[in-house]
Every structure is written in structure tokens, then in C-alpha cells.
């Protein structure tokens, strides 16, 4: 099936919904956003596309009032703003899905969607009506897909189900541009297509929608014009008809991509890391057996909820077990905490980025230093010289962009934090590496960055487990590729049976052979 | 969250029937009536505590509130001879100011409430005690009010009026809390600030509203307080209130992190914390274990309600295991996940 | 009151506490200060009951540079080597309790056993058939408090009276009053209640009056809360043991004063200056609150 | 953070100034060491507090501690006839339990720390209530212990050894919170807890230390408390101590969100909180009005602070914007196509 031919572009309306002119905004030694003009038609679909701290989120964020731009003006629907206000952003029917959630995980899901336009009843006292609210919110479940009801306690839902209610909550509004930013970050397979029929169906609907995604192939499926921004200055928009996988990376790094390098045909390692009948707290009675071996990038796909973070997570001493042995080296080892692992070269790259990656606010230095420290001490005395040292060689080797290491890592675009979080483990000395999504919210460019230090890794010996949800990176990456399903290893391909279909057939419960 | 409450329940239920059984003047009316007057006073300074704890916040000045607001009062109407019904709304004023002070401090200026409340506990203690030169504000012998006293201190059918009042205001606030918009918002900045931000609620408005009223239900029981004791030495009267006031939330089901916990919660912590000190006097413990009651109680409780948690959480799990397997040894699959607990 | 006119020899009246009782001391300074203008005379609170709070006020008073500090000590038994060390660098002088194995050179104040004994005389006039007593003070653990309660047990000795229980509030005045009314229902026999704290009268009063039992329960006194004196004009309260810190205060500064002029000859020479407690009772009370309120005009 | 302490140190200087002008008795020997002295006694206490609140926690039942503790030592010695040699190693290390109880509540079972260290707050003061039946505990006329006294209560060339105990435990403090690995883990936990542990830091076991160590300087410093003042009421000895500790690391820079502070600032803090009651007494303001100045100082120093911090930022972002203004017009180049680094 091919998308990407089925959108015709409505021809030219009249005035545009949103235009900015020459909008500007400069935070300390960062200028985010320079001199940005852009107009954006009703019905239209602009792809968003450009490198980590291109200043996507900041744009985003000007539109939904919640920052401040130092220049330009904002004219909507033809009348001149200075900026906008989270309330007259909403009130204009601008809605967002934003790139970190933002969910309230003590309300339910219908709370959440409608939380600040509560439909309320009549009389003085601002009461909600929850029964209005319960009907309000079910068409809009369904039309996202989602499996839970109105009334879940967000706290219970996992990752993607919670973007979906996000995805929910922006459709609610009586939106007349929606912004997606990097919404498939953390989708699977079958939610994301589902979120971009929703685009394509907001768009028929004469809405404009602002979509923003590292992957290039499905905003090329949905776009009607592509904008793409390199540090903070739009360099350059492609209509209908130019978009493309290439013209998009050649405009956001500014050259043309090498070509992925071939995978090598070497015979792999013995088994690094084994889990036997391994049970986790999602899935406690089904226990999974999964063997990784060094040398070797075994990717680990599955569908929302499946269970691998689960699964990374015992592996990392996070989690306990609830039955079964981890073996490293073919003995069986007891990893009861992260310091654990750590201690036995586990290393894990955490999905959550911003709970569990990083310190927002210590500087770079400290973060990529954090759990090497009785390395970089001596007799427990921190040596400012050597962590820097060590912290500064990182640097360089990931080309995380910042004036130093001595920056906020908060400050950081995230595909710089999520460089920050890699140098953290790289510096050390890993057996096995466990990347629980690794690339999410990345750029392409860092995203190969990535990958070639996940291969060079494996080329020096190192046993990696990459959990992804992004079928072309799962299928490029893996050496060989175990598909999760309901909690265990619904089957293992080996390199010449990848293929999208195959993998999606073990995330659903098939049997492929 | 009902079910935590129904736990609570239960404890109180249970300790009064064995205090009853040592006891049985426990069930005297008029020890009832003495102790739900009680309820009833710090059951108002409690929920006050409960909006500001929802918002992640916290509120210690309380104690010297209940002091400075009730030496006005008593000053206002035994001393300068202003009509109660002036004063009354004044004070009830004055706390709102307060609060709001407070709240602007914190949502405007940025400054964490720990610390601008700790320094109002400093500021209205000193001030309190500077307004009386450390000495006593109280009425003179015979000097009587009968409608503000039959308000603040009588009973109806031998209920106390303060009890009366505290149902009242909890049922408004519980409708406030839990049905209304408002208490939707505060649920939501407690959890999350910043997201609430975006949601375009106007987060500072809302926290410095939960200041308000926590600092209007700290004036009426300041001025109920009054009228309990009828005098107030402005150095030591209602230390330690808001400690009492938080441990009520936290034993209701209050998490100091913010966004968690109920009205119904927060009464009943309060009831529990009166069932105790009546206890204290009524079994003849000595008063210098009172504290120590209370504190043990307090930490007995929530660790059983941590423990509880776990447990729960644990049984889940197994039972999920259970279910897990039975279902696939129906489907005769995978035979590996039935060995193994 | 800005202090230290560094001419004026200072003198400091230090009280252990917050609390109306010292208003009559405060009364009491101010008329000594009115007779001897070439001195500088105040009247100090530390602001919380507490040694170290109170020591911290004396050593900085000390600083100041004050001439003669009389004192009620927050607990003198132990507080003896911090008064020494103040009575090596000033005339020290103790009131209220005193602190007989310290360097002070007098106390000046009545003694809490015997005005507890007097409480007893007032409880055997009111109960000659005896009777069942509660007491309600602050700080049970407190010298002033164990000792009016020692002196009033030694004065019911060989009586049918007898004091059962004595229930402490931390100066708490919500639990004082709650106390009374507790007491009220666990001892259902009681028959008398002790007010031992200036404000324990007033709550139990109006605990009492709460429950309809005013007059029927008797009540015995200590100090003269307006609230306790008017429950003795009523009848309702049967007599009350009053200090008199006027007298200590207003006599203690002119003795402090004469004494750093050079003339010892009203220091005895046991040290002890003793302005015994009075029991009043109905008959006397109008003319004590005129005293008061005398003492309150000057 | 340097440039907070230089401040502090300002502010401490310029109000020792002008106490000093207008009583030049401030500055006598005498008057310093007293002050100094308090400074080692309260310095100590806040140093303890600052571990805890650097982890995100804190420490309420200091106070009650500080009672508890020094009841125990002054019967161990005074009464039970049990040498200082060993009462004071096994106050300390009942000290450190205490703190170690703490942090296993906190860590394991997953309690709030302002709820357990509350609970902690009634049950001690409880404990030290009963322990001596509400009666005080304090030494005998004559009942002396030379060497104790010297090293708690003694002075060395004038210096009080307390002030000096300050200065030693400051600096080894200083070490292990700004220079060793231990320290930066504190610092780490208190940012992000969970993200210290996904990266290997025994996250439990450090928060856990914290605890100890504030409950080892507590108890070193209950017994300076009972040392200096040689008599011990429980039912108000030490009361609000952990305010004056709060308030100490809250001056000095402390965030109770946990992660943020410096031992020289909590140091700082304690002078200037002593200062200021010195000032109080020196200049014959009302002592009612003492708490008010503490917290009107205290208030004020957090609402500078933050309007600099506020200032400066925004300094920055307009220094920021104008030199990219300047680049652009120098370069002369259009905005939107210019490519910066
Ligand atoms: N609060 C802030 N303070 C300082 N710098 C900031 C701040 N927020 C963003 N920046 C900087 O502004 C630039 C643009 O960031 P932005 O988040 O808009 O990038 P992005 O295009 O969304 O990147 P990504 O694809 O990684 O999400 C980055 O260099 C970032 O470091
Ligand atoms: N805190 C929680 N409470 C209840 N259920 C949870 C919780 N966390 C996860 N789950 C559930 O456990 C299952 C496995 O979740 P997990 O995050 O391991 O899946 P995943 O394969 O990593 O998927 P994702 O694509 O979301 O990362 C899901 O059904 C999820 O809903
Ligand atoms: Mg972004
Ligand atoms: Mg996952």
C-alpha cells in the first residue's frame, strides 16, 4: 500500500491560519530560533523536520504560548500578536501532542483529555459533569485505538497507551492546527499507522496540522510541505512533489548521508547474557528464555506493552525476578540492583530519558562521569582534572554539541542528552549493553551516529540486547532480531528471514514457519 | 482511595469499642460531645491543611495563625469593644489576606512554601506576643457574648455547634475537592506543575486560591479556638497545631509530594487523632506519653498502609501468574510456562 | 525600650517565661524604677521557658553590661553552675524559686510548698467531709508545680481529702480545658479540682460551667486570673492562693539597688526574704482586685 | 554558590557592624565566645540537618532528639554513675541507630521522611517525658566531671571548644560533601533519585548515611545542649531545634527540593541566626519580638536571593540577545540564510 500519492494539496486558500514573521528566540550561548518566517495554510500538513537542537520544540512551544519569543511577530488569522499565551493559544484552537508527556497519573483518562475545558454543569460552582465528560471522551478513545476505557487511572497505562491518551486529548480540542511533536517517538508499528490515517483525517476536516518526527519515511507520507530547520534557521521548504527521504537529510545536516554500512559477516561470540525462564512483573507467568551473545546486536521487538522494558529492567537489577535465573557467562549471576549489573558490565540505556537517564541539572561532566566515580577518585577524593578529562574525551568521541562539559545537560536538546546518557556508559567498560529505544527523539544524523557506535561496540566484543519499536531500525540494526509477545519470545529471526511482515507477525502471536 | 478510608474507619470503630470495654464512660454523650467539639476544631484547621497539601505545598505558620488571629479577636471584641459581628468577618479577612500573602510569595516569587511558612510561624508568633507585650488576651470575668458563644461554643440537641460547622464545611469542600473544576485543578498541579501549566490552568491563581482558603479555616478555628479556651496566652497557644493539622492529612491518606489524598481522608485522620487524646486521659496514661501515642499511631498507621500496598501489589501478581497459566495450559501451549511457580 | 544608657547603672528583672503572671512583676518594676530614676530598670522575657534560652538572655544582659539581674530561674536545681557563672559577673539575686546552693546573694519570694499548703486549708474548709481532688497544671514536671503539689498532699495528710490525679498540658490551654472535661468523665466522683497554673482556674471554670456542674464541684485555686477571682466572688470557686510578684519585683529592685550602693542591711543573713502567699477568699477578693487594679493604674 | 556565601558572610559583617555601633559591647571577648559558643552548639545540629536535606529529605525530630538524647546522658553520668567515657560513645551510637532507623524506614519501607522524622518528633519527645516522669534531669550540686566540662563546656585560649568541635566537624564535613564520592552521590540523589540508581549508586545505602551521620551530630550536640545548660526539662528541652536547623541550611543556601547547598553556607546561616538573637538581647529589643526578627531575616534573605537569581537570568538572556543582534549586524548577512556555527 502507498500512501504518499492519495493527498492531493488543496489549491492555495486564501490567507493562512498562522503566520510568523522573523520570530527569534535566544537562550544563554543558544540562539534556538533565528529570524523564522512561515505561514501555515488551513488544511495543511507541514512536516517539521531537522537535527536535535534544530529549535523544532522551541517553534512549538512559541505556538503554544508557553515561552516567549524575543522577536518577530505572529499574525493569527490575519491579526498581529506580540506572542501568544497557553490560554489564547488553546482559545485559537491551537492543540498540541508534546514531545515529553505530560500526563497527570493521579486522574483518569478522561480527566486528563479534558483537563482545563471540563464540561460542567449548570449553576454557579463550576461542577464537572462527569457523566457528559465520559461520553465526550469514548469516541475519541476509539478513534485513536486505544483499548482502555475513560475511567483507567493513567498511573496503570504504559508508555505508548499514554501517548495515545495524549494524542486523545489533542483531538479533543476544537482544534484548527495540530502539532504533533515527535508523537511516534514511542509508538509501535500499528499505532503509528493509525496516528497517521488520524492526520490524514484531520486534514480532509480543513485542519492544519504541524508534524515533527525523526522519521523522515512517515512524514514523507503525510506531508504536503516539508520545512526544515538547522540550527535554529529555517534553510529550507520542499512542496508536495520534492519531498524525500534524501533531499530532507541533505538540507537538515547539510551533505548527503553515506549509505549505511553493510553488515559484516562474521560468526558471533558465545553466549554472554542468557535468561531462563526469567518472569517479570508484567507477565509473571510467562517466563521468557532469550540468549544474547557477544559481539552481536540482538534487537528486541514487540508490540506496546509487550514486556521488554519489563524484561531490560530485571536484567539491570531494577525489577526483581519473580522466577528463573539471569546466567552470565553460563553461570548464573544475582543482579538484586543497577549497582549489580554496573558491577558486571551490564549497562542499560533507560527509555525514559528524563526520569531515569540523566540529571537535568548537573553539568554534562558529572552526568557521564556518575558511575564511574571510584574509577576517576582515588581513595573516595572526586579529581576534578581527571573527570573532566574523561568527561571532555566522551564529548569529542559522541560530538555531543555544547559549549562544554560543563553545561547544564538540562540545556541540551534531547538527542544531546541522550548522547550524554551513551557517554555515561561508554566511558566505562561494557560486557553487555541494553538500549531500551535508544534513538527515540533523535535526529537521523545522531540516530547513524548511534548506530555506528552501537556496531563498533559489537565489532570489540560487546553483547548488545536493542529494544526499538522502529521497524527500519530494528531490521537495519539487529544481527538477529527476538520478537516479544505478551510477555515472552514469540520467536527469534535470524538475518535472512527479516522482514517487516515477519516481525510483525511474532508481535501479534502468529507463528511465522 | 475509598478503601484506604473504609481501613481507617475500621481503626477508629476498633479502638473505641476497646476503650469502650476498659472504659464505658467512653460512650458517655457527653464525652462524645466534648470530643467531637474537638474533632470539629481541628477538623477545620485540618482540611485548610488538606487544599494547601494537595498542591504539593504546605502550610506550618498555622499554629501561630491560630494564635495572632485569635489574640485580635479576643482583643478586638473583650478590649475594643467591637461588635462581633465585625469582627468576626475581619479576622476570617485578615486570615484570606494572609493566605493569599502567602500564596503570592510562593506562586509569584518562586520561594519554596516550606520556607515562606516557616518564617510566618517565626513572624506571626513574634507578632502575636509583641501585640499583647507577652501578656494574656482574655475576657473579663462575666463579659459574655451569648450569640457568638452559642455559635462558637454551644450545642444543638447536644451536638456542639463547632462539629455542626466542621460537617458543613467538610460536605462544601468535599464537593469543592472532588466535583468541582477547582479541586480537578489542584489534583492536577499537585502531580504536575509545569504540564498543568500547559494545559493552560492558571496554576498560580489556583495554588494561591488553596492558600486562601487554608488560611480563611485557619481564622474561624482560630477564632472557635478562642472562644474554647477564652483565653490566649499568645506564647504557647496552638504551638504545634500544624503538626496535628498535617499528621490528620497524612494519616487520611495525604501525600506530602502532592495530589494524592480526600476529604474524607483528612476528617477522619482528625477524628482518629481525638479518639487518641481521649484515650490518653480516659485510661489514665500518663499525659507525658500523649505525644508519644500519637506519634506511634501515626507511623503505625501508614506503615500499615505501605505494607498494605506491597501486599496488594504482590497478590496481583501472583494471581495474574495464576491466571496467566491456567490459560495457557487450556490453550495446551507452551508447556514451559506452566512448570514454576 | 531602648536600653543602655551606658550612664544609668542597669538593673534586670528576668522571668522564666512568657505568661500574665509577671504583669504584676512588670507593675512592680516600673514603680521602683518611678522612686529611683538614676537607674535603668526592665523587666526581661526569654522567649521560650527553656534553661538554655533563659541563660542565653542572662550571659548577653551580662554583655550588656547590667549591674544586678534577679531572676526566676526556669529550673534552679540544675541550673547552678550557669547562675554562678552570672552571679560571678553581676549581683545576682533569685525570685519566684530560688536557688539556695548558687552565689546569689538573696531570694526574694514565697515559697510553693507553703501555698500549696494553703490550698489544702482551702480545700479542708470547703470539703469538711471530704472529698476527692484533681489537679490540672502546665509542666508536671516543673519545680513550682511539683512543689505546690507536694505542699498540698503534706496538707491533706491524715484528712479524708485526697489528691488522686494531676493531669499536665504543656501550657496548652485547648488541652487544659479538655483535661477538665475528660477528668469530668473518667472520675464521675470527683469532687474537687486544683487549678494549679494561673490559667488551670480559669479552664476548669469554664469547664465546669460547660457541664452545668459550676458550684456543685469545689474548686480550688492558685494566682488571680480575673476569671478565678470573679469565680470566687461568685462562690463558685472557693478560695485562691495568690502570690504577690508586685511586691517581689518592686522590693527586689529597691533592695538589688541599695545593695549596689553599698548598703547590705536588707539582705538577712540566711538570704531569705519571704513575702508569704495569701488565700483569698470571697470576703477579701474585692478589696485585692482594687489592689490590683492599683498596682495595674500606676 | 560561592558568590551566595560571600553575600551571607556580607550581610553577617555589615549587621555585626552596626550592632556593634550603636553597643560596642557587642564586640567584647565575653560576648563573642557566648555567641560563638551558641554558634558551635546550633552549627552542629544544622551541619547534621544539611546531609538530610541535600538527599531531598529532612530531619523534624532533631529537637525532640537533642531532648531524648541529653535526658539519657545526663542520667547515664549524673545518676546511673556510669563513666562519661563510655556514656558518651554509646549516646552517640544510639544516635546513629536512631538515624540508621530512620533511613531504613525512608528507603526500605518507603516512607515520607517528613512522616517518619514527625512520628519521630512525638515518640522521642514522649520517650524523654516519661523517662523521667516529666521531671528534669540535671546534675547534683558539686557533681562535677572536669574533663568533660572542659572538653564541652571549656574554653581554650578563649575559644569555646564547642566553637572549635564546629570548626573541625565543618571542615571533615566540607571533605566528604564537596570533595568525595560519597558527597556527589548525595548531591545526585537529591536531584534525581531514580536516576542515580539506574546508575549503579546504592542509592538506599547513601540516603541511609544521611541519616546517620544527622544522627550522630545530633547526638554529639544533645550533649553539648546538656553540658551547657546542665539541666534538661523534657518537655521543652530542645524544642524547635530542628527549625533553628531548617532555617540555618535554608539561609545558607539549602533547597528542601533536595540536591542544592553548602556546608560554609549552612555554617554562615547558623552565625547569622545567632547574630541575630545576640542583637536582640544587646539592643533591648522585646524578646516577644525575637522569633519575629528571626523570620523577617530569614524571609527577607530568601526573597533576595531569589530576585538575584531572577535578575540575573534575565541579564543574561538580554546580553545574550544583543550580541547575536551585534554578530547579525556585523556580518551584515541576511538572518535566515546565515548558518551560525
Ligand atoms: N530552557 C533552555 N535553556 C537554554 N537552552 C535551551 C532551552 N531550551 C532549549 N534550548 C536550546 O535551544 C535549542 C533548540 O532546542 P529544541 O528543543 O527546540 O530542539 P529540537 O529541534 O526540538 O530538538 P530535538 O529533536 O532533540 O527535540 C537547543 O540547542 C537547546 O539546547
Ligand atoms: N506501573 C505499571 N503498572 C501497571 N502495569 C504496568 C506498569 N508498567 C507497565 N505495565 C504494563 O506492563 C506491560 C509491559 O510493559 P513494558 O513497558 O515492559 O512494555 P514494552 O514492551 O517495553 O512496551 P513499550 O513499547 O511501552 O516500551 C504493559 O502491559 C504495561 O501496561
Ligand atoms: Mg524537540
Ligand atoms: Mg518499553
Not at chain 1, 94 to 116: K, P, R, Y
Not at chain 1, 342 to 348: D, M, P, Y
Not at chain 2, 69 to 82: K, P
Request: hydrophobic share 45%.
Amino acid at each position: 500500500m502507498n500512501h504518499s500519492s492519495d493527498i492531493p494539496s488543496p489549491d492555495a486558500p486564501a490567507t493562512p491560519f498562522l503566520s510568523l514573521s522573523g520570530v527569534g528566540k535566544t537562550y544563554p550561548g543558544v540562539v534556538a530560533l533565528e529570524g523564522l518566517s512561515i505561514d501555515i495554510m488551513p488544511g495543511e500538513v507541514i512536516g517539521l523536520v531537522g537535527e536535535n537542537g534544530a529549535g523544532k520544540s522551541t517553534l512549538m512551544k512559541i505556538l503554544g504560548g508557553v515561552i516567549t519569543p524575543d522577536r518577530g511577530t505572529i499574525l493569527l488569522d490575519g491579526a498581529e500578536l506580540r506572542s501568544l499565551t497557553v490560554e489564547s493559544s488553546i482559545s485559537s484552537g491551537i492543540a498540541f501532542v508534546h514531545q515529553e508527556l505530560n500526563l497527570f497519573d493521579n486522574l483518569d483518562v478522561a480527566a486528563n483529555i479534558f483537563l482545563g475545558r471540563e464540561p460542567l454543569k449548570a449553576g454557579p460552582f463550576k461542577l464537572v459533569d462527569r457523566d457528559r465528560l465520559r461520553d465526550m471522551v469514548k469516541p475519541l478513545l476509539k478513534r485513536v485505538g486505544a483499548h482502555f476505557s475513560a475511567d483507567t487511572p493513567v498511573a496503570s497505562l504504559s508508555l505508548a497507551e499514554q501517548q495515545m491518551v495524549e494524542i486523545a486529548k489533542a483531538l479533543s480540542i476544537n482544534a484548527r492546527l495540530v502539532i504533533f511533536d515527535e508523537p511516534t517517538s514511542s509508538l509501535p508499528l500499528a499505532e503509528t499507522e493509525r496516528l497517521l490515517s488520524i492526520i490524514k483525517s484531520l486534514k480532509a476536516d480543513g485542519i492544519s496540522v504541524i508534524f515533527i518526527s525523526h522519521r523522515l519515511h512517515e512524514v514523507e507520507r503525510v506531508a504536503d510541505r516539508v520545512v526544515v530547520l538547522r540550527d535554529g534557521t529555517l534553510v529550507g521548504t520542499l512542496a508536495r512533489n520534492d519531498i524525500g527521504h534524501d533531499q530532507m537529510v541533505k538540507l537538515m545536516i547539510g551533505r548527503v548521508l553515506a549509505a549505511r554500512t553493510a553488515k559484516p559477516q562474521r560468526s558471533p561470540g558465545s553466549v554472554a547474557l542468557k535468561a531462563s525462564g526469567v518472569r517479570t512483573e508484567a507477565y509473571p507467568g510467562r517466563p521468557v528464555d532469550l540468549e544474547i551473545r557477544y559481539g552481536e546486536i540482538m534487537g528486541l521487538a514487540g508490540l506496546v506493552g509487550s514486556g521488554r522494558t519489563e524484561l531490560a529492567r530485571v536484567f539491570f537489577g531494577i525489577d526483581r525476578s519473580y522466577g528463573g535465573a539471569i546466567l552470565q557467562d553460563g553461570q548464573e549471576i544475582s543482579v538484586r540492583s543497577a549497582r549489580d549489573a554496573v558491577a558486571r558490565g551490564i549497562f542499560l540505556v533507560p527509555e525514559d530519558r528524563k526520569r531515569n537517564g540523566i540529571l537535568l541539572d548537573f553539568p554534562i561532566a558529572q552526568n557521564i562521569t556518575l558511575a564511574d566515580l571510584p574509577k576517576l577518585s582515588s581513595r573516595f577524593m572526586l579529581s576534578a582534572e581527571r573527570e573532566t578529562a574523561a568527561a571532555e574525551k566522551q564529548r569529542l568521541r559522541l560530538a555531543i554539541k555544547a559549549p562544554s562539559v560543563s553545561t547544564r545537560t538540562g540545556t541540551l536538546s534531547g538527542g544531546n542528552q541522550q548522547k550524554v546518557v551513551l557517554a555515561k556508559w561508554l566511558s566505562m567498560s561494557p560486557r553487555v549493553m541494553i538500549f531500551d529505544e535508544p534513538t527515540r527523539g533523535i535526529d537521523i544524523g545522531a540516530k547513524n551516529e548511534i548506530y555506528g557506535l552501537m556496531r563498533a561496540l559489537a565489532d570489540a566484543g560487546v553483547a548488545i540486547l536493542m529494544i526499538s519499536s522502529d521497524m527500519e531500525e530494528v531490521i537495519g540494526v539487529s544481527d538477529r532480531i527476538a520478537v516479544m509477545h505478551e510477555g515472552q519470545i514469540a520467536g527469534i529471526l535470524e538475518e535472512d528471514e527479516f522482514s517487516q511482515e515477519s516481525v510483525l507477525l511474532l508481535a501479534v502471536g502468529k507463528r511465522v514457519k | 482511595m475509598v478503601k484506604k478510608d473504609l481501613g481507617l474507619l475500621l481503626l477508629i470503630v476498633v479502638v473505641g469499642i476497646v476503650v469502650a470495654i476498659i472504659n464505658p464512660r467512653f460512650l458517655l454523650p457527653i464525652n462524645l460531645a466534648n470530643t467531637a467539639n474537638l474533632i470539629g476544631l481541628f477538623g477545620i484547621l485540618s482540611i485548610g491543611q488538606a487544599f494547601v497539601i494537595i498542591t504539593g505545598g504546605i502550610e506550618l505558620s498555622v499554629g501561630s495563625l491560630v494564635a495572632l488571629l485569635g489574640v485580635l479577636f479576643v482583643d478586638f471584641i473583650a478590649v475594643q469593644d467591637m461588635s462581633w459581628m465585625l469582627a468576626l468577618p475581619l479576622i476570617l479577612a485578615l486570615g484570606a489576606v494572609i493566605g493569599a500573602v502567602h500564596g503570592w510569595l510562593i506562586t509569584r516569587l518562586n520561594l519554596q512554601p516550606f520556607v515562606v511558612t516557616l518564617c510566618g510561624l517565626l513572624i506571626y508568633r513574634g507578632a502575636a506576643r509583641f501585640y499583647t507585650a507577652d501578656g494574656t488576651a482574655g475576657f473579663a470575668f462575666g463579659q459574655n457574648f451569648p450569640d457568638l458563644e452559642f455559635l462558637t461554643a454551644g450545642r444543638f440537641y447536644g451536638v456542639p455547634n463547632t462539629f455542626i460547622a466542621l460537617v458543613i464545611i467538610a460536605v462544601v469542600m468535599w464537593i469543592m475537592l472532588h466535583r468541582s473544576v477547582f479541586g480537578r485543578y489542584l489534583y492536577a498541579i499537585g502531580k504536575n506543575e509545569e504540564a498543568a501549566r500547559y494545559s493552560g490552568i492558571r496554576t498560580g491563581r489556583m495554588v494561591m486560591s488553596a492558600y486562601v482558603i487554608c488560611g480563611l479555616l485557619t481564622a474561624l478555628s482560630a477564632i472557635y479556638f478562642a472562644m474554647y479556651t477564652r483565653s490566649i496566652s499568645p506564647a504557647s497557644h496552638g504551638q504545634f497545631y500544624e503538626l496535628y493539622a498535617i499528621a490528620a492529612a497524612v494519616l487520611g491518606g495525604f501525600s506530602l509530594r502532592g495530589g494524592e489524598g480526600s476529604i474524607v481522608g483528612v476528617v477522619l485522620g482528625t477524628v482518629l487523632l481525638q479518639e487518641l487524646q481521649n484515650l490518653v486521659n480516659l485510661l489514665g496514661i500518663p499525659s507525658s506519653l500523649n505525644f508519644a501515642v500519637m506519634g506511634g499511631v501515626i507511623l503505625i498507621g501508614v506503615l500499615i498502609d505501605q505494607q498494605w500496598h506491597a501486599i496488594r501489589a504482590k497478590r496481583r501478581l501472583v494471581s495474574a501468574a495464576r491466571h496467566t497459566e491456567t490459560r495457557h495450559s487450556n490453550e495446551g501451549s507452551l508447556p514451559v510456562a506452566a512448570n514454576q511457580d | 525600650a531602648v536600653s543602655q544608657a551606658a550612664d544609668k547603672p542597669t538593673l534586670a528583672f528576668v522571668v522564666n517565661g512568657a505568661s500574665d503572671f509577671w504583669k504584676a512583676a512588670e507593675a512592680g518594676v516600673k514603680k521602683a524604677q518611678s522612686e529611683m530614676p538614676d537607674y535603668q530598670m526592665e523587666l526581661k522575657y526569654p522567649e521560650q521557658a527553656a534553661v538554655a534560652i533563659q541563660q542565653r538572655l542572662m550571659e548577653d544582659l551580662v554583655s550588656a553590661g547590667v549591674k544586678g539581674i534577679m531572676v526566676s530561674a526556669v529550673d534552679p536545681k540544675t541550673q547552678t553552675d550557669g547562675l554562678n557563672k552570672i552571679g560571678s559577673q553581676t549581683a545576682l539575686f533569685t525570685t519566684d524559686s530560688d536557688a539556695p546552693k548558687t552565689n546569689r546573694v538573696a531570694y526574694i519570694g514565697s515559697s510553693n510548698v507553703d501555698a500549696g499548703m494553703q490550698a489544702a486549708e482551702i480545700a479542708k474548709k470547703a470539703m469538711p467531709d471530704g472529698g476527692k481532688c484533681i489537679g490540672f497544671v502546665g509542666l508536671l514536671g516543673a519545680d513550682n508545680a511539683k512543689e505546690r503539689i507536694q505542699g498540698m498532699k503534706d496538707g491533706l495528710k491524715g484528712t479524708k481529702i485526697e489528691l488522686t490525679d494531676v493531669r499536665g498540658d504543656d501550657i496548652d490551654q485547648t488541652r487544659a480545658k479538655k483535661n477538665v472535661e475528660d477528668a469530668l468523665v473518667a472520675s464521675p466522683d470527683v469532687t474537687c479540682m486544683v487549678g494549679f497554673y494561673s490559667y488551670n482556674t480559669p479552664r476548669i471554670y469554664e469547664a465546669l460551667r460547660d457541664a452545668g456542674k459550676l458550684g456543685q464541684i469545689t474548686v480550688v485555686g492558685f494566682d488571680d486570673d480575673p476569671i478565678t477571682l470573679g469565680g470566687v466572688k461568685e462562690g463558685t470557686v472557693a478560695a485562691t492562693v495568690v502570690q504577690q510578684p508586685f511586691e517581689w519585683a518592686y522590693q527586689g529592685m529597691k533592695l538589688m539597688a541599695a545593695y549596689l550602693k553599698g548598703d547590705k542591711s536588707g539582705v538577712p543573713s540566711n538570704g531569705l526574704i519571704i513575702i508569704p502567699t495569701v488565700i483569698i477568699g470571697k470576703d477579701d477578693v474585692d478589696k485585692y482586685a482594687a489592689s490590683l487594679k492599683a498596682m495595674a493604674g500606676k
